[in-house]
């Protein structure tokens, strides 16, 4: 079975998307799990993960390494984190940051067997309350269905430091459906752009629609 590196924890095995189970034998989504050499790898889904699909539209810039401490907003029931974990390592942390009770009943399920995984039952505009907990993270990481997507990276910016990246699914319905989604796109981008420089910007069609995934530096 062939496998290639990618990025840091991050593989493609039989030319699909890969990480290394942190949590060996353990499914999160009902992806498949493969062996080679000895080692457990979980499957990515593009459909699936934003993240993965940024990938595999050509990212050039990941940030999420070994030992990284990621601040990861909207983590609903730990797909995407999930992976984000195994990235990690048992040297890194993923704080995540979720608001809605029953995704967070699944999500602890996940962090069970996940050590570096941290739920955090709270909403992402209400950063004060989990700063002190999360500390200076060295990623921060927003996925998440709300009309003021931009305010809420700004306020969970003040955590990072300059230099620090940000990987952002911004979704254009969910800031205005009435709007073209280049129109709420660049809108979004000006809203964070005292806060931000702009790295990477990537179409996530055909995996998810009128979704734009953007990586930010911190200024």
Same mark, same amino acid.
């Given at each position: 079975?062939?496998?290639? $590196?990618?990025?840091?924890?991050?593989?493609?095995?039989?030319? $699909?998307? @890969?990480?290394?189970?942190?949590?060996?034998?353990?499914?999160?989504?009902?992806? =498949?799990?493969?062996?080679?050499?000895?080692?457990? /790898?979980?499957?990515?889904?593009?459909?699936?993960?934003?993240? @993965?699909?940024? +990938?595999?539209?050509?990212?050039? *810039? +990941?940030?999420? $390494?070994?030992? !990284?401490?990621?601040? /990861?907003?909207?983590?609903?029931?730990? #797909? #995407?984190?999930? *992976?984000?974990?195994?990235?990690?390592?048992?040297?890194?942390?993923? %704080?995540?940051?979720?608001?809605?009770?029953?995704?967070?009943?699944?999500?602890?399920?996940?962090?069970?067997?996940?050590?570096?995984?941290?739920?955090?039952?709270?909403?992402?505009?209400?950063?004060?309350? %989990?700063?002190?907990?999360?500390?200076?993270?060295?990623?921060? /990481?927003?996925?998440?269905?709300?009309? =003021?997507? @931009?305010?809420?990276?700004?306020?969970?910016?003040?955590?990072?430091?300059?230099?620090? %990246? @940000? %990987?952002?699914?911004?979704?254009?319905?969910?800031?205005?459906?009435?709007?073209?989604?280049?129109?709420?796109?660049?809108?979004?981008?000006?809203?964070? !752009?005292? *806060?931000?420089?702009?790295?990477?910007?990537?179409?996530?069609?055909?995996?998810?629609?009128? *979704?734009?995934?953007?990586?930010?530096?911190?200024?």
């Amino acid at each position: 079975m062939q496998v290639q $590196k990618i990025f840091d924890g991050v593989f493609r095995v039989e030319r $699909k998307l @890969a990480t290394i189970n942190l949590s060996k034998g353990e499914k999160v989504y009902g992806e =498949d799990l493969v062996t080679a050499d000895g080692t457990e /790898y979980r499957l990515w889904n593009p459909y699936r993960s934003k993240l @993965a699909a940024a +990938m595999l539209k050509g990212l050039k *810039h +990941m940030e999420i $390494k070994k030992g !990284s401490r990621v601040l /990861y907003l909207g983590a609903a029931t730990g #797909t #995407t984190c999930s *992976h984000v974990s195994d990235i990690a390592g048992e040297t890194g942390e993923v %704080y995540c940051i979720e608001i809605s009770e029953r995704s967070m009943r699944d999500l602890i399920k996940i962090c069970e067997h996940r050590s570096n995984m941290l739920p955090i039952l709270e909403d992402a505009r209400n950063n004060e309350k %989990y700063a002190d907990e999360v500390g200076t993270p060295d990623v921060l /990481y927003q996925d998440i269905a709300a009309r =003021d997507q @931009a305010q809420i990276l700004i306020n969970n910016s003040r955590m990072l430091a300059k230099g620090s %990246y @940000a %990987y952002v699914a911004i979704k254009s319905q969910s800031i205005s459906v009435s709007k073209n989604p280049k129109i709420v796109y660049k809108e979004f981008l000006k809203a964070v !752009s005292a *806060h931000f420089e702009t790295v990477e910007s990537i179409s996530l069609e055909p995996f998810d629609k009128m *979704h734009l995934f953007v990586v930010l530096r911190k200024r």
